[in-house]
């Protein structure tokens, strides 16, 4: 037996059993359970921010064609087919329900984390389990994790770290199997987000590593990944420059925007080893590029590789091989090109999450190499400490991600100045104000007030805010300042005059604009100067028709029900006047509503209910007879619903017809026998039915209130 043999073998009898155990499946298992603990807030979180404009609300997820659509069309507004399709058969799963989103997004961070260990320690780096589960607890990942959006992180994260592996078997073995491995698994990477566009370089800088050099043979070798990168980097900023179009993203030029660049590294740098005080928006912009110090940071950078430069042939190689890859992972992000969320703020933590592969086993690995003669007892103590600490720090940070007023409550905390937040925050509480039914309760009057204000703090901090101004203008409406709300709705439609931006974001502001105004005519009752805004839209837009009366439909839904409560608050008060107006209010806000909806809604049938509660209340009985008997005449089954004849026998009974409302009531029991009610009407339509025959009208008993059904 040789002398290496020997040393390998004391070494693995001086190795702990449970040591042994995490080198196989339970590191694997035990990144898996951290993981799970790291994000347990991310299990009872629901939708964030722009979660409703790439998900919940995304036509081409509910479009049956969407799936095809995503990789043949330039509907979406990005070209990141793999992870859109995944979220299409998702949402054919998990539906409206945020848990199955968050528990896919947490087991493939908890799948690479997995994956970046087999890759450190395939390199021969120490403390390769260790880097898996700092990457696994790390706070500034929280935000690629917990938002279900960047699942343009997580998914490509996986298909990236599974392309290094495939290339290290191939530069190991040289099997050209391996080496197509490798490039497919990469183009499945840029097909779920196009930011990895530089890391075929990092393969250079791998080579240069592990030979010292790097030759013409390894350049050939990226090329069909640099091809890859060139065509799908190329398509993303079509894409891009399509979505902000028009819109002033940034107005550095190219000399201003490479000394900023220079800054963000460093940022990013900060974040990552001390991740405290994190923020969806850091506040901040950038300094004149003729001064001084806004140069500063990138000479640092330079002074710090020619120092790794130095010491190449011991530990400075993989020092810049780390670096290196982590600044190129950098690149797409550092603010040289535009993109769309820089109008908020210039660097941003989901942006590094491909970055910190690199560089956590670099910190990782110094801090193991310096530790290699230690116990490995007191080495695990070692690590335990930090990791302890991270994983605070990530449960701690993921609770300003379990829904979109906790994540601009923090954000606000932390940059005032945030705009975006601002009017997230407004939007969120004018969202809540608008699900009471009553708005004099105290609580709702003090978020409708705190509404108000950050929404023209909003406003005030981005005057060409269109967002804010919509949204300031549904505010002004629901509380009452109807003129104000015109106002603040006439800005933002010169705010879209003067900053026009590609046709997707156009029509979905201006429908933005059209519901709001169509809300404000209808509070107002302006019937046709509503019915005209809609009309101008649809006319507009036609191929969109029925997907804009829906939604407006919903409006409409929604201000019916507004009247219909001011009507009951009117009877109990006994303001008949009043009572009356608000439910002729009602009755043709649902009339409307069941115009724009499509049969087959849920909405539909129960506008129709709301309309003949209004038109029964209103004692115009051979109307609400008439809107029923539709229903029931429908070639449409659907349509012969037991709350339909119910309500048929309930309109009878009111207009003492009571031979109809007792046929009407018993076909609403064969429909549906254990009908809440049922009997006790049928009863009672009997009752009366015989006393009508036996006594005169005027002996007959007191009207009483109706008691529809709803479907």
Request: glycine fraction near 6%; hydrophobic fraction near 50%; charged fraction near 20%.
């Amino acid at each position: 037996m040789s002398k290496t043999q020997a040393d390998a073998e004391d070494a693995a009898r001086e190795t702990p059993e449970w040591a042994r155990f995490l080198e196989g499946a339970g590191g694997a298992l035990l990144i898996a359970a951290v993981t799970l603990v790291a994000y347990l807030p991310s299990l009872k979180a629901g939708f964030i921010w722009d979660d409703d404009t790439f998900l919940t609300n995304n036509a081409l997820i509910r479009d049956p064609a969407g799936f095809f659509k995503f990789w043949t069309t330039r509907e979406a507004p990005d070209y990141f087919p793999l992870v859109s399709s995944m979220l299409w058969v998702e949402w054919r799963i998990f539906g409206e329900s945020p848990l199955g989103y968050h528990l896919v997004n947490i087991a493939l961070h908890a799948l690479s984390a997995i994956l970046l260990w087999r890759a450190v320690a395939r390199l021969g780096v120490p403390g390769a389990l260790v880097a898996g589960l700092v990457f696994a607890v790390h706070p500034v990942n929280v935000q690629s994790v917990a938002w279900i959006t960047e699942r343009k992180n997580t998914l490509p994260m996986v298909f990236m770290l599974l392309t290094f592996l495939a290339w290290l078997r191939f530069d190991e073995s040289r099997k050209v199997g391996w080496y197509w491995l490798a490039n497919l698994l990469f183009l499945l990477t840029l097909l779920g987000k196009t930011s990895v566009v530089f890391f075929p370089l990092t393969l250079l800088l791998l080579a240069w590593w592990r030979q010292g050099r790097v030759t013409v043979k390894d350049l050939i070798r990226i090329s069909p990944m640099l091809l890859l990168s060139l065509v799908l980097g190329v398509v993303t900023i079509v894409y891009q420059t399509r979505n902000i179009s028009g819109e002033s993203v940034r107005p550095e030029g190219a000399i201003e925007r490479l000394a900023q660049a220079g800054w963000a590294v460093w940022f990013y740098l900060y974040k990552c080893l001390i991740p405290l005080n994190l923020s969806f928006i850091y506040g901040g912009r950038s300094m004149p590029p003729g001064a001084l110090a806004s140069w500063m940071p990138l000479a640092a950078m330079a002074g710090l590789v020619m120092f790794l430069l130095a010491y190449r042939d011991t530990w400075g190689r993989p020092a810049l091989f780390a670096l290196g890859g982590y600044i190129l992972m950098l690149v797409p992000v550092l603010g040289i090109a535009d993109n769309y969320f820089m109008r908020f703020s210039l660097v941003a933590d989901h942006w590094q999450y491909a970055a910190t592969v690199f560089l956590i086993p670099l910190v990782v690995g110094a801090v193991a190499y310096a530790l290699r003669d230690v116990p490995v007892e007191m080495q695990a103590g070692v690590a335990g400490v930090p990791l302890a600490l991270l994983l605070a720090l990530a449960i701690f940070r993921g609770t300003a991600f379990t829904s979109s007023e906790r994540l601009w409550q923090d954000t606000l905390r932390k940059n005032e100045g945030a705009w975006l937040a601002h009017n997230g925050m407004g939007a969120s509480l004018l969202e809540e104000v608008e699900k009471r039914p009553r708005l004099d309760e105290p609580e709702v009057k003090f978020k409708l007030a705190e509404s108000l204000n950050h929404l023209r703090r909003a406003v005030e901090l981005n005057p060409v805010y269109f967002d804010a101004q919509v949204n300031l203008g549904n505010a002004l409406s629901t509380a009452g300042r109807l003129d104000e709300a015109e106002a603040s709705y006439e800005k933002a439609a010169d705010i879209l005059a003067k900053h026009p931006i590609d046709a997707a974001a156009q029509r979905y502001r201006e429908t933005q604009l059209a519901m709001g105004e169509y809300q404000l005519f209808l509070v107002r009752r302006e019937w046709d100067r509503a019915r005209a805004v809609l009309d101008r839209l649809v006319g507009k837009y036609a191929v969109y028709a029925k997907a804009l009366q829906t939604r407006f439909g919903a409006v409409c839904y929604d201000i019916g029900k507004k009247f219909e409560t001011l009507a009951i608050g009117y009877e109990k008060s006994n303001m008949l006047a009043e009572r009356e107006r608000e439910y002729v209010a009602a009755a043709r806000m649902f009339e409307e509503t069941m115009r724009l909806t499509p049969r087959e809604e849920a909405r539909y049938a129960q506008a129709r209910a709301r309309r003949v509660t209004a038109l029964i209340r209103l004692k115009r009985f051979d109307e609400a007879d008439k809107v029923l008997a539709e229903a029931m005449n429908s070639p449409d089954p659907k349509d012969h619903t037991y709350d339909v004849a119910y309500n048929r026998g309930e309109v009878a009974y009111r207009a003492k017809r009571y031979a109809d409302a007792i046929r009407w009531f018993e076909e609403a029991l064969k429909l549906k026998s254990d009908l809440k009610g049922g009997r006790e009407r049928l009863l009672r339509a009997q009752q009366a039915a015989a006393t009508a025959a036996t006594q005169p009208a005027a002996t007959m008993p007191a009207e009483e209130p109706a008691t529809p059904a709803n479907p």
